[in-house]
Structures are given as C-alpha cells and as structure tokens.
C-alpha cells in the first residue's frame, strides 16, 4: 500500500522526524527529505563510500540502508563534526594537508577517519590505509589523506 | 527503486508468517549490503515487494559459545561484531579470515554471514570457511525446523535449498578439540575491495604430528561452494608433510569446475586453486600447532 512512513531518529544531537517511502535509502532522505547534503552520493551501490554515516557508533554506507531503518538511530553526519565555526581536528588536518581537491569524497572520508580515531588513537599507515578501503577518491591520490589522518591523529592526542 | 512493502517483526514466528502470508514475494534483509542493491537494480531473481528486516529478532542476533554446543552465529550478526567477540578470537580465530575480508569497514558494519550464505555468489567469502569447520544451519518455516550442514545450502549460483517460506536462524560451528586450526584465503587483483578470483577454506586437526580431520572447500570455481571430500581425506591419516598437502592441493585443483570470465581464464583459476589450498592449509598447521 503505497504511503509514507513516519520515522523519528537522532542526527547530530537533535531529534529529527521525517517521512519517507520504504524504498528511500536514509542517503536519498538525508539529502531529499531532511535537507543534509553534506552527506554525498557517489555509486549508491555501496563501493565509494562517500555516503558513509556514522549509525550507533558505526560507520555504514547510507545508500545501502533504508530510510525507515533510522526509526531510533543515533546518526552523525558530516554536518555535526565541526563545533559551529570551529572545525574538527580533522578538518583542519585535511585542510592544510591538502587532502582533498573536488572534495566528493571528503564528507565520507572524515566521517570514517573520525571513527577509526575515535577506537584507534594513533593508527599505523597500515591500519589507516586498511580501515579507509571502503572510501574512493579519483583526485588525490590517497597519500594526502593518510597524511592528513596521521596528522588528526596527533593533533588530537596533542589537545 | 520499485515500491516495496517493510516489515520489521520481533519474533521468528511473526517472521516466517510475513514470508509464508507473500507467496514467495517476501525476503528477508539481515545488512542489505546484496539485497538493497538487487533491489535497486532491479534483479531478475532478487526483487521482492516486501522486505522483512530480521534484524530485531533475537535469536538472529545470537553470538554465543559454549564448550559442548560450539559457535552459535545468528544469522543477522554482522562481520564487525564477529571479529569483535572473544569466544570467536579465542577458539574460531580463522573466521575472522572471512569477517575482516567482506567489503571494507562499512560493508563489516552490516553485512552478516548469514546473508553471505543465503545470497549463494560462488564467491562468497564466509562459505568454504563455514564448511571448513563444519557449520551447520538452523532453518525455520511455517512446518517447523531443520539443521543442514551449510555445504548442502547453496544449490546454483543465488539460488538456496532454503524455501521462500523460510528463514535461516544462525550458523552453528561445532567446538574443536586441541591440534584444530583453520584458513581462509582468496586471490583478488588488490588487497581488499574485490570479488574473489578463487578462495580456499581450508581446516585440519593434528594428533601426534598426524592429521586425524581435514576439509578443503573452494570459492569462485564452481556454480555454487565446494566441498572437497577427497582433498580432506587424503590427509587423513598421514603424517604432517609438504608432500601430504601439495596431494591434498592436487586433488582440490581437479575438483574445480572454473568458468573463464573478465576475472580470470579457467586454467588460470585451476592453478590457483592448488597454490591457495597449499597455502591455507599451509596455515591451516601452523595455527593447529599452536601458533593460533
Ligand atoms: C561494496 C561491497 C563489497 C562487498 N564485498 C564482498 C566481499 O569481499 N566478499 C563477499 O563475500 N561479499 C561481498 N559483498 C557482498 C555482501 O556484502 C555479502 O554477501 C554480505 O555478507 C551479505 O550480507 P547481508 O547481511 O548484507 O545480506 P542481505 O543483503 O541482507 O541478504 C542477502 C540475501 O540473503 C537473504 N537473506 C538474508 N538473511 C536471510 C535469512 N536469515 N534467511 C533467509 N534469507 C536471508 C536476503 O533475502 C538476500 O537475498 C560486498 C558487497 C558490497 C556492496
Ligand atoms: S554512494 Fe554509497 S557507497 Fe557510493
Ligand atoms: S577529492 Fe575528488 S574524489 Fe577525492
């Protein structure tokens, strides 16, 4: 019977209600339905991970989970890492080691990186390399990237 | 996507009646890292109009071990968690060969061996290990239930022994006694990310510097998983040496029937099949010798 579902979760803190058809994949309701476009699509079959979410403390690819799966999630997205005007030790770190060029993928990148840092305060390159495999990025290179998570790394254990 | 109903029940029963009530046109979605991308591109096979997300029901969710019972694996658990567990580090330690090797990070998050199975790709990666160490499934329909030893579920390439009326509950992995150790490994064209070219699951169990059990079940080289009998019991009963499992190697590589695809030409996955099955087992004695 088609219909709308409504569908209360938590994004970045604050409760958020929203109505989606079950087909919706929570990427398409985040950017569509609730007006978070932060969060980016790139394959929508789960390869690129620009669309990675942080669901109860893990890291997911929103296009492979439905929008009526949110139903009392805790989700961060990219637009919750900054403190207001204050960027992450993350963002800063992609920031001025030049992490990023289109910055498609960045979104998704620091949403995985700060999970693994989150678990992992001072990963080898391996294990940063290893834990960021599900992320594509066409422009970079990839050694930027490592580079920049190293540098949170510190940056963070620093703070 | 097309429309599709969602369901989420709480309980098995509630669960195989949604199935049984669809005439066929329910599935189950543990992760959905198969089935939401099926649905997306609209399968010929995997389209159903009512998803029933398992995830709530408690027995799926199961991860629990017990000296005489073994492994119970629910079949929603997903990849992370099973790395994750103790029980499993401490006395299924090769499957996290297949937890950490599905997908990335992400796909670890949601994807669960019980999905791997039920979707039936020749390639899936937690199969040969399942059937190295004997796994047996626990299956509910609207008659009752039933156990089946995982080698018997995948019968073509997607499709399963298990009805549409339904759902398997979790994966049981016997205990094994002292001198058991296990592998899992798969040649890609890179180091994660990929579609195995070729995979071997391989276990023994050592007594005395002699192998008393061995299985050896490949990936990527049939239609569906496969068992190797032979290769196992051609161990069986020898002392641990190269010889003994470069035999066991032979006999793996003979009983794969390998397509030739953009992966890799059929003699090429017929060669792999012997390097990968000495090198499983390969690693496969060194942690049955204590090595972990
Ligand atoms: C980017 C990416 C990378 C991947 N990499 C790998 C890889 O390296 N190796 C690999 O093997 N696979 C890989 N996969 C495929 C997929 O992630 C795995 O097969 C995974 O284990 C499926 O589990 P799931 O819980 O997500 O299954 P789902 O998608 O939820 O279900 C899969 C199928 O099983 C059925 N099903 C699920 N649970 C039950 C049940 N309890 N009873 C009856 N039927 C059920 C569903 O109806 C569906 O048909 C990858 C997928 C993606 C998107
Ligand atoms: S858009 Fe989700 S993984 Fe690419
Ligand atoms: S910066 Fe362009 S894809 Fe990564």
Redesign the pocket.
């Known amino acids: 019977m088609p219909g709308k579902t409504y569908v209360q979760t938590t994004i970045n803190g604050e409760h958020v209600d929203f109505l989606c058809e079950p087909r919706q994949s929570l990427l398409e309701c985040l950017r569509d339905e609730i007006g978070l476009t932060g969060t980016k699509e790139g394959c929508n079959?789960?390869?690129c991970g620009a669309c990675t979410v942080n669901i109860d403390g893990r890291i997911v690819?929103s296009c492979?989970v439905l929008g009526v799966e949110a139903e009392g999630a805790n989700i961060e997205t990219i637009e919750g890492v900054a403190d207001g005007s204050n960027l992450h030790p993350l963002q800063l770190a992609f920031l001025e080691n030049a992490a990023l060029q289109c910055g498609i993928c960045t979104p998704g990148f620091i949403i995985s990186s700060k999970a693994l840092l989150e678990q992992n305060p001072n990963p080898t390159e391996h294990e940063i390399r290893f834990w960021l495999a599900?992320n594509l990025c066409r422009c970079t290179g990839y050694d930027k990237i490592v580079r920049a998570v190293q540098d949170a790394a510190k940056r963070l254990q620093e703070a | 996507m097309k429309w599709i109903d969602f369901e989420k029940p709480n309980t098995v029963e509630d669960a195989v009646k949604l199935l049984s009530d669809s005439g066929g046109n329910a599935?189950?979605?543990?992760?959905?890292?198969?089935?939401?991308?099926?649905l997306r591109v609209g399968h010929p096979r995997?389209n159903?109009d009512v998803v029933v997300d398992?995830k709530s029901i408690p027995e799926?969710n199961e991860l629990s071990y017990d000296a005489n019972k073994g492994l119970t694996v629910g079949?929603?658990v997903?990849?992370y968690k099973i790395y994750g567990d103790d029980n499993v580090n401490s006395h299924f330690s090769a499957l996290n060969d297949?937890a950490t090797?599905?997908?990335?990070t992400q796909?670890q998050g949601?994807?669960?061996?019980?999905?791997?199975?039920?979707?039936a790709?020749p390639?899936?990666?937690?199969?040969p290990n399942m059937i190295a160490h004997r796994a047996v499934a626990t299956?509910t329909g609207p008659s009752g239930t039933r156990e089946v030893p995982v080698e018997d579920i995948c019968t073509g390439p997607g499709q399963?022994s298990?009805e549409s009326d339904?759902?398997?509950?979790s994966i049981n992995f016997p205990s094994n006694g002292a001198g058991f150790g296990a592998n899992y490994i798969r040649f890609i064209p890179r180091n994660?990310?990929?579609?195995?070219v070729a995979g071997v699951g391989a276990s023994v169990t050592i007594e005395d510097g002699k192998f008393t059990s061995a299985r050896v079940s490949l990936a990527s080289v049939a239609p569906t998983p496969l068992l190797v009998e032979e290769a196992g019991e051609a161990l069986v009963g020898q002392p641990v040496s190269e010889g003994a499992i470069q035999k066991a190697a032979d006999l793996a590589k003979a009983a794969a029937k390998p397509i030739s695809d953009m992966r890799g030409t059929a003699d090429y996955r017929k060669h792999l099949c012997d390097v990968l099955t000495r090198r499983a087992l390969t690693t496969a004695v060194e942690r049955a010798q204590g090595a972990s």
Not at chain 2, 166 to 169: A, G, H, R, S, T
């Open positions: 079959d789960g390869n690819t492979l599900n | 599935r189950a979605m543990a992760g959905g890292t198969d089935l939401i991308v099926m995997v159903p398992i799926l079949a929603a997903e990849c297949s090797l599905i997908g990335g796909i949601r994807a669960s061996f019980g999905g791997n199975l039920c979707n790709a390639s899936g990666d937690s199969i299956i399963t298990i339904e759902l398997l509950i994660e990310m990929d579609i195995a």
